[in-house]
């Protein structure tokens, strides 16, 4: 009886450990599984990291590298973040940068001014965790503004060229006949002195305007340029020749800066009236003892051209209007110039800029492309 008892609990006992040992290798089973899944998803997990570090990277990568500064201005006007173009905007302009932008506080896009260059802003409101704020996106204008302005200003040439024509034309066609019926009177009143003396200033005033006329139409007409290459100082020679006795009748000092191997493209005759102009509204503009400059050099595949002058300057309100025709500071004069130049350096595929403090100095810089 006992033999049985102790048999049947051996029975009992291995099918236990049976049982055990089967739980134990479905455990193990279950264990290589989950540590088979655990592994995937650890892999998964890293992956999605490295590719979340990717894209952060990226994004700061492309934050940092866009032409626009980008910061992110907190409601306290604390900075949260910055990228590379802002932290050079603030090195050249400082607080006045950072001023300028938290007085707008609405979303949109705004302009404003700084120091001569002019910036546009686009601002979003942003909101994450428990900190509030702006951010900003910045990029400087001005060049485009320049571009717009010199649109504006060839428009403005354009129609008051076709406006300045027809007027010139009505008025040379009575002029011909008064300067005919003058020298015929002229002619027939050549014993009587005193008459003549009118009659002569009437055809010396003709002749004046006829001259304003004939610089009319030179602004109207189209510019035929005929580009080869010439030695810059020959035609700065030939026109400080040309004015040499002005210069010399207020002891005007000309410094010529020019290398004498340096060339341009340009056509010869008009680019002498470009330097006519520009060298005698320097005369005009230098007291007695004053100097006159004129320097180049090379930037890229441009000739740049400086005609400077110790003057009275241009204020800033005349600057804006100086290449419209008719608008001149002196009392004497058509206004027709400088709108002759910017005309001349137009069609010669160029540009004219000037700078003035409005009372010490006046410079006008040329910029033609080579070749």
């Given at each position: 009886?006992?033999?049985?008892?102790?048999?049947?609990?051996?029975?009992?006992?291995?099918e236990?450990f049976n049982?055990?040992?089967?739980?134990?290798?479905?455990?193990?089973?279950?264990?290589?599984?989950?540590?088979?899944e655990?592994?995937k998803?650890?892999?998964e997990?890293?992956?999605?990291?490295q590719?979340?570090?990717e894209?952060?990277?990226l994004?700061?990568?492309?934050?940092?590298?866009?032409?626009?500064a980008i910061?992110?201005?907190a409601?306290?006007n604390?900075?949260?973040?910055?990228?590379?173009?802002?932290?050079?905007?603030?090195e050249?302009?400082g607080?006045?940068?950072?001023?300028?932008?938290?007085?707008?506080?609405?979303?949109?896009?705004?302009?404003?001014?700084?120091?001569?260059?002019?910036?546009?802003?686009?601002?979003?409101?942003?909101?994450?965790s428990?900190?509030k704020g702006?951010?900003?996106?910045v990029?400087d204008i001005?060049?485009?503004?320049?571009?717009?302005?010199?649109?504006?200003r060839d428009?403005?040439?354009?129609?008051?060229?076709v406006?300045?024509a027809?007027?010139a034309h009505?008025?040379?066609?009575?002029?011909?006949?008064?300067?005919?019926?003058?020298?015929?009177?002229?002619?027939?009143?050549?014993?009587?002195?005193?008459?003549?003396v009118?009659?002569?200033?009437?055809?010396?005033?003709?002749?004046?305007?006829?001259s304003?006329?004939?610089?009319?139409?030179?602004f109207?007409?189209?510019?035929?340029?005929?580009?080869?290459?010439?030695?810059?100082?020959?035609?700065?020679d030939?026109?400080?020749?040309?004015?040499?006795?002005?210069?010399n009748?207020?002891?005007?000092?000309?410094?010529?800066?020019?290398?004498?191997?340096?060339?341009?493209?340009?056509?010869?005759?008009?680019?002498?009236?470009?330097?006519m102009?520009?060298?005698?509204?320097?005369?005009?503009a230098?007291?007695?003892?004053?100097i006159?400059?004129v320097?180049?050099?090379?930037?890229?595949?441009?000739?740049?051209?400086?005609?400077?002058?110790?003057?009275?300057?241009i204020?800033?309100?005349?600057?804006?209007?100086?290449?419209?025709?008719?608008?001149?500071s002196?009392?004497k004069?058509?206004g027709?110039?400088?709108?002759?130049?910017?005309?001349?350096?137009?069609?010669?595929?160029?540009?004219?800029?000037?700078?003035?403090?409005?009372?010490?100095?006046?410079?006008?810089?040329?910029?033609?492309?080579?070749?």
């Amino acid at each position: 009886m006992d033999g049985k008892i102790r048999k049947s609990e051996l029975e009992l006992l291995n099918e236990a450990f049976n049982i055990f040992n089967t739980a134990t290798e479905k455990l193990q089973e279950s264990y290589q599984k989950l540590k088979e899944e655990t592994e995937k998803l650890r892999k998964e997990v890293e992956e999605k990291n490295q590719k979340l570090e990717e894209t952060s990277s990226l994004l700061s990568s492309v934050l940092m590298s866009t032409n626009n500064a980008i910061v992110a201005i907190a409601d306290d006007n604390s900075i949260i973040l910055s990228n590379k173009k802002y932290k050079e905007y603030y090195e050249i302009y400082g607080d006045q940068f950072l001023s300028k932008l938290i007085e707008f506080k609405a979303e949109g896009s705004y302009e404003f001014d700084l120091k001569g260059a002019i910036f546009r802003v686009h601002i979003g409101k942003f909101e994450h965790s428990d900190v509030k704020g702006w951010t900003y996106s910045v990029e400087d204008i001005t060049h485009l503004k320049e571009l717009e302005e010199e649109h504006r200003r060839d428009e403005h040439l354009k129609s008051m060229g076709v406006m300045a024509a027809n007027i010139a034309h009505e008025i040379r066609n009575p002029l011909g006949s008064i300067e005919l019926f003058a020298s015929l009177l002229a002619r027939d009143l050549k014993n009587d002195n005193e008459k003549r003396v009118l009659i002569e200033s009437v055809l010396k005033g003709v002749k004046s305007i006829n001259s304003t006329i004939s610089n009319i139409l030179l602004f109207t007409k189209e510019v035929i340029v005929n580009k080869k290459e010439y030695y810059l100082s020959d035609i700065v020679d030939d026109v400080v020749l040309y004015l040499r006795h002005l210069m010399n009748d207020k002891k005007i000092k000309f410094v010529n800066k020019i290398d004498e191997n340096f060339t341009i493209y340009c056509d010869n005759e008009l680019m002498k009236q470009v330097f006519m102009n520009l060298i005698h509204n320097s005369i005009d503009a230098v007291n007695t003892g004053g100097i006159i400059s004129v320097s180049c050099y090379q930037e890229g595949d441009f000739d740049i051209i400086i005609v400077e002058d110790n003057g009275c300057g241009i204020n800033e309100d005349f600057m804006k209007k100086i290449f419209i025709p008719f608008h001149t500071s002196k009392t004497k004069g058509t206004g027709l110039g400088l709108s002759i130049v910017y005309k001349i350096i137009k069609a010669h595929s160029g540009n004219i800029y000037v700078e003035s403090d409005g009372k010490s100095y006046t410079k006008f810089i040329i910029k033609l492309k080579r070749g």
